[in-house]
Structures are given as C-alpha cells and as structure tokens.
C-alpha cells in the first residue's frame, strides 16, 4: 500500500529527522547477529532517502551513532564505524547525481573514528556541498547536550576575545555556533523501535518537532512508513504556544 496519493506535496515537512532504531532486536527476532541488523538497516536507509528525493523534500537528518553508543561491544561499535564508508561506497555518486548535499554532523574526528572513514566522509562532503535538492545530514558520534555544549564552547571564546556581551546572548547565540547553523528546525522527528524517547537527538533542533513513533523496526521501514508518518503530520496543528486560527 502506497501512501504517496495521500500526501500534500505543497505542504511537505521542510525538515525531517530519524531516529533509526530497532536494528538489534530485529536481528534478534531472526536468530542472526546484531551487526546482521545494522546491514538490513543500511537497506532501509537508502529506500528512505530515495523515497525523499522523489517528493522533493529538502532536509533529512538520520541518527546513525550516538556519543553514548560507545558503550556497545567493540566489535559492534567497530562495525558502526564502518557504516557511512559502506554507504557512501554504495551510494555517494548516485546521491550525488541526484542532487544531495552529504554532510556529517557530531564530533567526526573523534580519535576512535577510523581514518580511512574520516578521508571518505570528508570527499563526500566536499564532493555534493554545493548540490541543493535535498541536504542529507548523517548525524554521527552526535549527541544533542555534546551539539550545544560545543556550541556554548564557542560562544565563550568569542565573549573572552570581546567580540559578545553576557546580556547579549539569546537563543539565536546559540543556534548560531551549532554544527550546521543553516539547518532549519526539524518539523517532524520520527523514530522507529517502538522507544517513546529521543535519546540525545537534536535536542535544540526538535523544540517543537512534531513527534511520530512506530513499532516498526529501522530493518522492516521504508519509503511507504515514511510518507504515512508525513501524511499524519499534516494533519497536525502546530501552534508554537499560539492558539488555533492566531
Ligand atoms: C539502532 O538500532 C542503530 C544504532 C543505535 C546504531 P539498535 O542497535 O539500537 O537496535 P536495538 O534498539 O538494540 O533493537
Ligand atoms: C539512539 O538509539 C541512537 C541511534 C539510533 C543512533 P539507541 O538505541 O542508542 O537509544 P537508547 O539506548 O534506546 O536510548
Ligand atoms: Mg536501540
């Protein structure tokens, strides 16, 4: 079933934003391993983004490593470590052709991230960055309080050189010095797994996400779960403290 006819293409989401969760358990429900898991998820993704493209939307943002997922087993975390190579290996000159703009947002060049991996992303970056139809950010060794504590880092420079004033700082400070300070807000927040929680994503960026959860584990969604959970969030009233019809 294909919700594409439902959805209102002049009123798409400007930003979308994945919590890609739910890869273990459905490896485990398969007797195979977790790193089986992650490679099914790795299919999703691409039906994902090929499924964005083709409505036009303009910003998708995917979890693919938390800073606290280095707590996993190393050898699960070593395969995580791989995944933007595979998928940049599999899928950048196509993305490219199709007009993404690849970016990475988190602490990349973290020490524990392979070098080789690092070199690819970067290529990949600097390959799509003046590409426009859509911006794919893959948020990696990201984690939403590192993002603003980063970001409040900054912030602190400047005001010990002088350039910022304490009663100077508002909320755009901040937004400012994030990762990609021209990503807009994230609309729609979507996380699949069935947890009801946003485990240190986007957390300045999601202020006033529209929330949309599913059962449906990261392996088993696609394009289709995707348009349902756009087709849901224009049915929603967005009010940012207002009240209806303000
Ligand atoms: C999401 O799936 C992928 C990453 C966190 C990298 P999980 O690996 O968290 O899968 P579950 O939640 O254990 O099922
Ligand atoms: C969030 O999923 C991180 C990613 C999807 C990359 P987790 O599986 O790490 O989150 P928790 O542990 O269930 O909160
Ligand atoms: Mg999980």
Redesign the pocket.
Known sequence: MSYLSDLDLERLPRHVAI????N?RWAKQRGLARTEGHAAGEEALFDVVDGALDIGLEWLTV????T??WKRPPSEVRYLMYFNRRLLQRRRDELHERGTRIRFAGRVSDWRVPRSVLKEMDEAAELTKHNRRMTLTI?FN?GGQTEIVDAVKTLLEDHDRGKLKGERITPESIASRLYFPDMPEADLLIRT?G?M?I???MLWRAAYSELWFTPVH?PDFGRDNLYEAIRDYQKRDRRFGRIEDQ
């Not at 979890?63 to 938390?66: D, E, G, R």
């Open positions: 919590v890609m969760d739910g273990g979890y693919a490593f938390s606290e997922n948020a990201y797994g947890e929680r485990s240190n994503f990261w």
